[in-house]
């Protein structure tokens, strides 16, 4: 009788990991359904996101010559273009670029899912693991499916893992290293976190190392070379010419405590005990492809973390990486319990679910549902804003939401955190023409209104628009509530002074 409560209880156990798992999958996709058709921004460079992908489907150059008129983020250009294909289909929008990032999370849950049932053959593990990585929806600031590049980043990072790791034929570690080279395509930090997967490729299989290596070194520095060339050295300018230098600061302490112990301690836990299993087996080769991999997802989380700018979506490799060992630890732990005698085997179960289930249940995990999602009042209030742009005369500048001056049928010009990167990070003449550009702008009163943003609630006129006030007066505020509009992810900054020219 004691027998059959105790496994009872461990099925129980058993149902409700999964279930709880398996409902933040389900949350996810239910944020992802309320939002990816909202026409305005959901983080604050979607709209210089989707910029680009207009001036691809244009026939315009990506990386030019800083000016008033454009200027490109720093990332590398396959996120964009595989955006501007699907925008070419599907229509140019933020739906279409919140598709690929939406296609992109889903094709990580899968790979997640895979990597763990190849390494246990247990279903169950693997939807652990995808159901863990789901539940760090809102510690990345809920960014897998906004127009971003970090999504698609992580899938192709994720598959170009999983072909080395299970990778049986030369091949498959020549698509690694195609795939590699995509995923430093779409973003610089692949490039950190290719090393320690080059590491173990030398370590384990040298022979099969030259052609995964060799073809992710040939298509990285040959598309370098070959995109500066048709963006006459534009294009090095930007993706490796600028970028804030990673100090050693607060957020060091910040990574390792906020972002990683106090959400994911006992996932933590379990990562550090799968390890450490395989570290007594008598082959090697699970210890240290995982720990490479995790020295080289969690590492490259914490220096991008660190850098100044680095936000919540830098976390994700980290998060991903914690939640494919979190699976394979599970599977380990109850394989070890199950050569124990019935009854104890029963109740280890249970125990090893309850704390699963506590994992699961931490209130850094826990969201509400419409946290993520605009609600009416924000469409609304877009919608007017547009309209007011629309009775503009002239031409507005709004340089931290560009899209809003498109969808009022007027041009739109260099986004703000650009303008920010160029006056912020560089010197010399580019810096300086740049300047003198929007200056000259300003003082000639070449725009009829300009928009300036409010950060945090306090007004935000940014490095290059600190003038305005000497040649434009404040008209009026663009909305009438103070908790309307803001986005729901990233930065807390929108549209909020209209400002027109002096007479």
């Known amino acids: 009788m004691r027998q059959n409560i105790s496994s009872w209880l461990a099925k129980l156990t058993q149902y409700t990991l999964l279930s709880i798992g398996i409902l933040y999958i389900l949350k996810f996709l239910f944020v992802v359904y309320s939002r990816i058709g909202y026409p305005f921004e959901l983080e604050w460079m979607e709209g210089g996101v989707l910029a680009e992908v207009r001036r691809i489907l244009s026939g315009e150059k990506l990386y030019v010559r800083p000016s008033i008129d454009y200027i490109p983020f720093l990332y590398t250009p396959f996120y964009f273009y595989v955006s501007a294909l699907v925008s070419s289909i599907a229509g140019i ?3 279409s670029l919140r598709l690929v990032s939406l296609v992109s999370s889903l094709g990580c849950f899968y790979i997640i899912f895979l990597m763990v049932f190849k390494e246990t053959g247990s279903k169950y593990s693997g939807i652990l693991a995808v159901s863990l990585f789901a539940a760090s929806y809102p510690l990345t600031g809920t960014w897998f499916d906004i127009g971003r590049v970090d999504s698609l980043f992580m899938f192709l990072l994720l598959t170009t893992i999983y072909f080395v790791r299970f990778g049986t034929s030369n091949k498959m570690y020549f698509i690694a290293g195609i795939l590699m080279s995509l995923s430093f395509l779409t973003k610089q930090t692949a490039l950190l976190i290719s090393l320690p997967v080059m590491l173990y490729c030398i370590l384990w299989n040298w022979r099969r190392s030259i052609i995964f290596i060799g073809t992710a070194f040939v298509l990285c520095f040959g598309s370098s070379i070959f ?15 600028i970028a804030d230098a990673p100090l050693f600061n607060k957020m060091f302490f910040h990574f390792w405590k906020n972002d990683l112990f106090l959400p994911m301690p006992i996932a933590l836990i379990m990562c550090i005990i799968y390890l450490f299993t395989q570290l007594f087996k008598a082959n090697k080769n699970n210890f240290i492809f995982y720990l490479l991999i995790g020295i080289g997802m969690v590492g490259a989380a914490c220096l991008s973390r660190i850098n100044p700018g680095g936000g919540q979506n830098v976390l994700m490799p980290a998060y991903a990486v914690i939640s494919i060992l979190f699976g394979l630890s599970f599977h380990t732990l109850i394989e070890h319990v199950s050569i124990l005698p019935e009854g104890k085997r029963y109740l280890f179960k249970t125990v090893i679910c309850i704390i ?8 850094y995990l826990r969201y509400g549902l419409r946290t993520y999602i605009p609600n009416q009042k924000d469409l609304e209030a877009g919608m007017k804003l547009v309209e007011k742009i629309k009775h503009v005369k002239g031409e507005v500048f709004i340089p931290d939401f560009g899209y809003l001056s498109v969808l009022a049928g007027k041009n739109s010009y260099a986004h703000g955190g650009a303008i920010r990167d160029i006056l912020m990070l560089t010197k010399g003449e580019n810096r300086d023409n740049l300047f003198n550009q929007i200056n000259t702008a300003i003082e000639e009163k070449r725009f009829d209104a300009i928009i300036v943003s409010s950060n945090n609630g306090a007004e935000d006129r940014g490095p290059g628009l600190r003038n305005v006030r000497k040649y ?11 908790d309307v509009f803001w986005p729901i992810i990233g930065l807390a900054i929108r549209p909020e002074f209209i400002y027109i020219p002096q007479k």
Do not use: D
């Open 93 to 95: 929008g933020f739906k």
């Open 227 to 241: 995109l500066n060339y048709i963006y006459e050295g534009w294009y090095n300018y930007y993706v490796f010419g």
């Open 356 to 363: 699963c289930i506590l994992q699961f249940g931490s209130g």
């Open 472 to 482: 434009y007066i404040k008209q009026e505020t663009a909305f009438e509530g103070e």
